[in-house]
């Protein structure tokens, strides 16, 4: 079995900060890319940030400059750092992984139960 266990979400005020992490756990031969995605009410779950395993990333649009993903391979981690929160930052964020387990050659998209984070305005 594998899994993803996020942590760090929270209540924050606008404009404060927090710090999201992501584990993968399992039997697991490869990770390729890693994501936060994040879903509000109402809304459909969308892309916040991504990283390929040689570390390239890349951000939705209103978060860049504020948010930063980064992964530790040795680790099977991923982490979203967000600064300068705001309201509209507010949702059920997920951490996402195409992983590959041992004796497949197929990756497949796994995902986490999210953690929720609300930012008061």
């Known amino acids: 079995q594998v899994q993803l266990v996020e942590s760090g979400g929270g209540l924050v005020s606008a404009g404060g900060s927090l710090r999201l992490s992501c584990v993968a756990y399992g039997s697991i031969y490869s990770i390729r890319t890693m994501a936060w995605y994040r879903q509000s009410p109402g809304k459909e779950r969308e892309l916040v940030a991504s990283i390929t395993r040689d570390g390239i990333s890349s951000y939705k649009e209103s978060v860049k400059g504020r948010f930063t993903i980064s992964r530790d391979n040795a680790k099977k981690a991923v982490t979203l750092q967000m600064n300068d929160l705001k309201a509209e930052d507010t949702g059920h964020y997920y951490c996402?992984?195409?992983?590959?387990?041992?004796?497949?050659?197929?990756?497949?998209?796994?995902w986490g139960p999210g953690t929720q984070v609300t930012v008061s305005s």
């Open positions: 996402n992984a195409d992983i590959l387990k041992p004796a497949s050659d197929i990756y497949r998209s796994t």
